[in-house]
């Protein structure tokens, strides 16, 4: 949300740019006329000109991801030119100089247009919006160049498309209210343009430092121990924290009405199949308590706090509460029935299951997360959302109030400690973690180091680097990547990753006619003895029996960096993403 909000502050002051000043007389020339006439016709145009050549730059943008490592190496000569745009106007106007003559001329030409016609016309205004988009899209090039140039070293997606009608929709608000104001807002754009090119060069250095971190590898080495997997341990800490304790929550208990409403429970009418049980409707779950689980079976973390929400769902049966899980599947092999009830049976989850394949039940809640958990009264009325892991006493506290609002007697609270949490199950050690979730399909894939980058959706040979430094990975041998996935396609094929963390768990799936696949796994290139995990022996030896997340690595001493490796001993596997703890 951050960026949306710099994204559309920034389109808002690309008005107070030197080289637009040249057009805005013409349009503070119609500032007297009527908006929708006038004003609004021009803002059309100019949004219809910016769309056009910002599509372009983000096709060129997307061509360079095709690149692979060619592409982020211009990528990055691109940013650098536009961080010393931003530093120095003067080659901004040199860059823009094409374009901003023929939006001069074309304002010219529709003013007129104005003066000359007896009647209105739809047509002078727009193509003064048309040259108004030719002047300020060059004029915004060096703000919105680093958005999409950025943006090209991730790959295009609807993220970049939302950036850039931020973009444009604070750049139209600028000019909507310039033609509002008209000539004093010009006249004050003018004195504000000293501190204007102080902002603008603050951010072309900020540029020219990212891209030199970028450049050298700190982006994934120095800035990897600093940055997203600290910020989870961080945030985890932090909404731990920030939860209520038991005693505040008691005394909320007390007041019926303490906890918000925060919305209706949405029809579950959309849910695909049904696990443990009939469908269940809206109507059916009126008058009970409900705490609603959104989760998918090979989710590390959703498998974190299953433990907690089967133990609810087994101790306040009795009193009236039903526990709801709605399986929302993250990989295409999720969306399998027979997968997902095989997970529910090994899980041992008896409470009645969701199956949400078209996330119909998703979008109802306006969920975004795995895991998340929602209660709901018996009114049907949303009063609670918890999003992630964590704040378990926090969450049992709200099932009690709301059991207690209906009128239940309720058994004893439950002690934290009698919850089993071992295994797969047993919480993350964030104090050290240092590796965040990796994916290895070319969709999300990050961090990828081996010669030559991603070869998509093609066999393609492979080699691991001589050295990886902290959340790095490779391949080596003879790989197909597809668009979620990893596959092996020969004997011997490697995985190899540099992590910092206590465990290390890896999504893998059998081949496409489930045959069983052998895997070895090492640790700093020998077997992990007492590091190995609940899904393979101290030698390191493992088999691949059916698509779920797998345990490779639990370490006695998480302290240090090491280097993780899975050769597979048969062709087939198939591999999707890391995740730690």
């Keep these: 949300m951050l960026l949306f909000a710099i994204?559309?502050?920034?389109?808002?002051?690309?008005?107070?740019?030197?080289?637009i000043l040249p057009v805005l007389p013409f349009v503070f020339a119609g500032a007297e006329r009527p908006f929708l006439r006038s004003g609004l016709p021009m803002l059309v145009g100019m949004a219809l000109t910016f769309?056009?050549?910002?599509?372009?730059?983000?096709?060129?943008?997307?061509?360079?991801?095709?690149?692979?490592?060619?592409?982020?190496?211009?990528?990055?000569?691109?940013?650098?030119?536009?961080g010393l745009a931003l530093l120095w106007p003067g080659l901004a106007e040199r860059i823009s100089h094409p374009l901003v003559t023929l939006g001069g001329r074309l304002s010219q030409l529709a003013e007129r247009g104005e003066s000359d016609g007896a009647t209105w016309s739809v047509?002078?205004?727009?193509?003064?919006?048309?040259?108004?988009?030719?002047?300020?899209?060059?004029?915004?090039g060096p703000i919105l160049g680093v958005i999409l140039t950025a943006a090209a070293l991730d790959g295009a997606s609807i993220h970049t498309t939302l950036l850039l009608v931020a973009y444009a929709a604070g750049a139209a608000t600028s000019l909507a209210a310039a033609l509002l104001l008209g000539r004093r807002m010009f006249a004050a754009m003018k004195r504000s343009l000293g501190v204007g090119e102080w902002?603008?060069?603050?951010?072309g250095a900020a540029v020219l430092i990212g891209v030199a971190v970028i450049g050298l590898g700190l982006d994934t080495g120095v800035l990897s121990r600093v940055s997203l997997p600290s910020t989870v341990a961080v945030e985890q800490r932090l909404l731990d924290q920030l939860e209520p304790t038991p005693n505040m929550l008691a005394a909320m208990a007390a007041s019926e009405g303490s906890l918000p409403i925060e919305g209706i429970l949405p029809s579950l009418s959309g849910a695909t199949a049904w696990l443990n049980g009939p469908p269940l409707s809206t109507d059916d779950l009126r008058g009970k308590v409900v705490l609603v689980d959104f989760w998918t079976y090979s989710c590390i973390n959703c498998l974190r706090t299953l433990p907690y929400v089967r133990a609810w769902a087994d101790k306040y049966r009795e009193a009236g509460l039903v526990v709801l899980g709605i399986h929302a599947p993250e990989f295409a092999f999720e969306k399998s029935i027979p997968n997902v009830t095989g997970a529910v049976r090994d899980l041992n989850v008896t409470y009645p299951v969701a199956i949400d394949n078209d996330y119909a039940l998703w979008r109802g809640f306006n969920n975004h997360y795995w895991p998340a958990h929602y209660a709901i009264d018996p009114q049907g009325r949303i009063r609670f959302h918890h999003f992630g892991e964590g704040g378990y006493e926090h969450t049992e506290q709200v099932i009690r109030q709301l059991l207690t609002e209906a009128g239940r007697t309720l058994p004893a609270e439950t002690d934290k400690n009698a919850v089993e949490t071992q295994g797969v199950h047993a919480p993350a050690d964030f104090a050290t973690l240092g590796s965040p979730?990796?994916?290895?399909?070319?969709?999300?894939?990050?961090?990828?180091?081996?010669?030559?980058?991603?070869?998509?959706?093609?066999?393609?040979?492979?080699?691991?680097?001589?050295?990886?430094?902290r959340n790095e990975w490779a391949l080596a041998g003879e790989w197909?990547?597809?668009?979620?996935?990893?596959?092996?396609?020969?004997?011997?094929?490697?995985?190899?990753?540099?992590?910092?963390?206590?465990?290390?768990?890896?999504?893998?799936?059998?081949?496409e006619n489930d045959a069983p696949v052998r895997f070895r796994v090492r640790l700093d290139g020998a077997a992990p003895g007492v590091d190995h995990g609940l899904d393979i022996n101290a030698e390191g030896m493992g088999t691949i029996t059916g698509r779920r997340l797998y345990q490779l690595i639990r370490q006695t001493d998480s302290s240090r960096d090491r280097t993780f490796e899975i050769e597979f001993l048969s062709p087939g596997a198939q591999a999707f993403a890391f995740t730690f703890g």
């Design 51 to 82: 769309a056009l050549i910002a599509t372009l730059a983000a096709v060129g943008g997307g061509w360079a991801v095709e690149a692979n490592q060619a592409g982020r190496w211009i990528a990055l000569v691109l940013l650098a030119l536009f």
């Design 437 to 469: 979730e990796t994916y290895l399909g070319h969709d999300r894939a990050e961090n990828f180091r081996s010669p030559g980058g991603i070869v998509p959706d093609r066999t393609s040979p492979y080699t691991a680097p001589a050295k990886l430094r």
């Design 123 to 140: 047509w002078p205004p727009v193509l003064l919006g048309i040259a108004t988009g030719l002047v300020w899209a060059p004029c915004a």
């Design 199 to 203: 902002v603008r060069r603050g951010l």
């Design 480 to 511: 197909k990547i597809e668009s979620e996935r990893a596959i092996a396609t020969a004997v011997g094929d490697r995985i190899l990753f540099r992590f910092h963390a206590r465990d290390l768990h890896l999504v893998l799936g059998p081949d």
């Design 7 to 19: 994204a559309y502050l920034a389109g808002g002051l690309t008005v107070l740019s030197p080289c």
